[in-house]
T-cell receptor, first 110, second 115 residues
Framework: QQQVKQSPQSLIVQKGGISIINCAYENTAFDYFPWYQQFPGKGPALLIAIRPDVSEKKEGRFTISFNKSAKQFSLHIMDSQPGDSATYFCAALSNYQLIWGAGTKLIIKP | DAGVIQSPRHEVTEMGQEVTLRCKPISGHNSLFWYRQTMMRGLELLIYFNNNVPIDDSGMPEDRFSAKMPNASFSTLKIQPSEPRDSAVYFC?????????????FGPGTRLTVT
């Protein structure tokens, strides 16, 4: 019940395309859902986050879509750029602890 | 602010040796987390401190691992004795507990190789 399942494991998208990464959870007590971005040799950094009282949050080219009834949320990257190539982690907050997805390695082809 | 500082950035040691990883959280942050990242297991939370007190160490793999936070600006993660399976990248992260964003700020990590 504490798991967050993330898919796909890896993703290749053409420059300018839309990248979509999906996550699903079971625990309805989760109340905060962030996405972190990690570049090689760096620690993860917060990209965007959403609370379950809204269905969508947009920041620039990055959008989180949240479906509370389905217990799913996804990250959409519009107009994907080579600089977006990184590993993306979804997570869910339970008390103080972030429960992490397994990560998606995104490659944007020029 | 310099962000979360970790040292060393790389550590290569032989099996059986003691390894100490160090972390300086962001000033003013009162929560500190130690994570381990491997290809096989992803990001694993090892231990969580709040106001310098260990709150949850259930993620610490075994007694060979220990962590301390003697003050608000310093924490250590010690492995004694080290084993090849401990090879991983170890991250320290800090946050402000009362923050509405719950954002965790990660350090650059320490890449540990045990031969």
């Amino acid at each position: 019940q504490q798991q967050v399942k993330q898919s796909p494991q890896s993703l290749i998208v053409q420059k300018g395309g839309i990248s979509i990464i999906n996550c699903a959870y079971e625990n309805t007590a989760f109340d905060y859902f962030p996405w972190y971005q990690q570049f090689p040799g760096k620690g993860p950094a917060l990209l965007i986050a959403i609370r379950p009282d809204v269905s969508e949050k947009k920041e620039g080219r990055f959008t989180i879509s949240f479906n509370k009834s389905a217990k799913q949320f996804s990250l959409h990257i519009m107009d994907s750029q080579p600089g977006d190539s990184a590993t993306y982690f979804c997570a869910a907050l339970s008390n103080y602890q972030l429960i992490w997805g397994a990560g998606t390695k995104l490659i944007i082809k020029p | 602010d310099a962000g979360v500082i970790q040292s060393p950035r790389h550590e290569v040691t032989e099996m059986g040796q003691e390894v100490t990883l160090r972390c300086k959280p962001i000033s003013g942050h009162n929560s500190l987390f130690w994570y381990r990242q491997t290809m096989m297991r992803g990001l694993e939370l090892l231990i969580y401190f709040n106001n310098n007190v260990p709150i949850d160490d259930s993620g610490m793999p075994e007694d060979r691992f220990s962590a301390k936070m003697p003050n608000a600006s310093f924490s250590t993660l010690k492995i004694q004795p080290s084993e090849p399976r401990d090879s991983a990248v170890y991250f320290c992260a800090s946050s402000v507990t009362a923050s509405l964003s719950y954002e965790q700020y990660f350090g650059p990590g320490t890449r540990l190789t045990v031969t």
